[in-house]
């Protein structure tokens, strides 16, 4: 089971950015998906998620009409798009997956027991 994350550069403010994450080993679908980021200094957080059973999405108030979280299950892969990017969101994203029965926002990020290996976003100009 591995999940490997990609799309990650720098990227001008205002700018937008794809991150990628691909599933080997294992099927996406029955999976609960998220991407989480963690800055210099700072505790991990999630960024947004979508739930398995239905499909709902959520996002942070941070990133909220700004990014979208997306998936593939014929490529086994999902996505996040992130537009108007801004300095405040230079971390290491990390994608993660897991059967999670409920409502992904009702997880913690330690309840997601499939992460990629994270890739750098760092917004400058």
């Known amino acids: 089971v591995q999940l490997q994350a990609s799309g990650g550069g720098l990227v001008q403010p205002g700018g937008s950015l794809r991150l990628s994450c691909a599933a080997s080993g294992f099927t996406l679908g029955g999976y609960a998906i998220g991407w989480f980021r963690q800055a210099p200094g700072k505790e ?14 959520y996002y942070d108030d ?27 969101d230079t971390a290491v ?20 027991h499939n992460w990629g290996q994270g890739t750098l976003v760092t917004v400058s100009s």
């Not at 941070?62 to 108007?84: C, E, H, P």
Request: charged share 25%; aromatic share 14%.
């Open 93 to 112: 994203y990390y994608c993660a997956a897991d059967r999670l029965a409920l409502s992904c926002w009702l997880y913690r990020d330690h309840e997601y």
């Open 44 to 57: 991990r957080e999630r960024v947004s998620c979508m739930s398995s059973h239905d499909g709902s999405t």
């Open 62 to 88: 941070s990133v909220k009409g700004r990014f979208i979280i997306s998936r593939d299950n014929a490529k086994n892969t999902f996505y996040l798009q992130m537009n108007s990017l801004n300095a405040e």
